[in-house]
């Protein structure tokens, strides 16, 4: 779609947002590609459900009680993940992290979920922001059996999922934290390390690859620092997080 | 807050409360009330505001800004996610780095980042 669009996209972002919705139906490290695709399709679902509309209008979305409008594909557990997180996430609690994974998500499955919804949401936003309809999904998944291994060197922290440090990285992460800075934020998907692989590279084309750096030299944006971060800053706000 | 780096480094002074929500102006960034507007206009949805200001950033700005503005939008609507999914904390030096700035703008305030015994986490 972005390809036969009169927009002028830049190639290197073009080639990602390509490249990662190429892999949103295929097999994954712990789900299939049939589980990706109906999170995928249920992330957008998500923003026409009744039940996270009242939440997100409620003083606290925990002291609201339902069902959530949904596909027909997913569990309950997973449901609550998938329209928490798109509709709701800047008041994620611990207790809620800890519930889900309790109600029947494995926190590796977790973490392949999260990727995917936020990559789902990541390309809706951009393309419905440039004016183009959203990209198309594959009407199934890819058939395959996921690995379902954890990689070496997984431990809890520093968030409430186990993450792997630089420190503790094996041959599964490759030159991850060798391609970009070790920031928490980077560390947060390295328990299912072929999901780091798939939104990094994507993140990195719709911002920048290292973000510690003050001015643009070298990089083709079409803006100054100071806007990017303006916006970047502008959205996290509206989206209730100051990290 | 890259913003206030990014000031410090070209000299220029940009609001940050603006940025934040606490204002409502366009933090004295060129273009920055433009900008404010697609954010606002992409996150709630609303396909004919984004349809106006889109047009008006083309005409001001250039496709190219249009479409890396876009971008950065959608990156914005990916990392806080992750971040708040997973209760990934400010790392220690970044905190530290930005404390002065987080107690002018209330930040310390939110929970969403804290742990218990932690104002920031």
């Not at chain 1, 957008?44 to 939440?55: D, I, S, V």
């Not at chain 1, 519930?99 to 809706?124: C, K, N, Q, R």
């Not at chain 2, 004919?48 to 005409?59: F, G, L």
């Amino acid at each position: 779609m972005v390809d036969t669009s009169p927009l002028v996209v830049r190639d290197d972002l073009k080639s990602a947002l390509t490249q990662a919705w190429s892999e949103v139906a295929q097999t994954g490290a712990w789900l299939s590609g049939e589980q990706r695709l109906a999170i995928a399709n249920e992330a957008r679902n998500a923003w026409q459900c009744k039940l996270c509309q009242r939440r997100k209008e409620a003083l606290s979305p925990y002291t609201i009680k339902g069902d959530h409008e949904h596909l027909g594909a997913l569990p309950d557990a997973w449901l609550e993940a998938v329209h928490r997180i798109v509709t709701d996430s800047g008041r994620i609690t611990e207790s809620w992290y800890d519930a889900t994974i309790a109600a029947g998500i494995i926190e590796d499955e977790f973490i392949e979920l999260l990727s995917l919804v936020t990559i789902v949401t990541g390309a809706d936003t951009f393309m419905r922001a440039i004016g183009l309809p959203p990209l198309v999904l594959p009407a199934t998944g890819e058939q395959g059996t996921a690995p379902r291994r954890r990689p070496g060197g997984a431990k809890t922290g520093p968030g409430w999922a186990p993450t792997v440090a630089p420190e503790d990285a094996g041959p599964e992460l490759g030159d991850f934290y060798e391609t970009g800075p070790a920031a928490y934020i980077r560390r947060a998907l390295t328990l299912v390390p072929g999901e780091a692989g798939r939104f990094w590279p994507l993140a990195n084309q719709l911002y920048l690859s290292n973000p510690l750096r003050v001015e643009l030299e070298g990089v083709e944006r079409a803006l100054t620092r100071a806007q990017m971060e303006f916006i970047a800053t502008r959205t996290s706000a509206y989206l209730d997080c100051f990290y | 807050m890259r913003l206030s780096l990014s000031g410090e480094h070209t000299g220029d002074e940009y609001a940050l409360e603006d940025a934040i929500g606490k204002g409502s102006g366009d933090s004295g960034l060129p273009q920055g009330e433009l900008l404010n507007d697609f954010v606002e206009a992409v996150c709630a949805g609303d396909g004919a505001r984004t349809a106006t200001v889109r047009q008006k950033i083309i005409e001001e700005m250039g496709e190219a800004a249009m479409i890396d503005a876009a971008a950065v939008i959608a990156a914005f609507n990916c990392y806080p996610r992750i971040a708040d999914a997973t209760g990934i904390p400010l790392e220690e030096a970044k905190a530290a780095a930005t404390a002065a700035m987080r107690a002018e703008l209330g930040l310390d305030e939110l929970d969403s980042r804290k742990k218990p015994g932690e104002t920031w986490s």
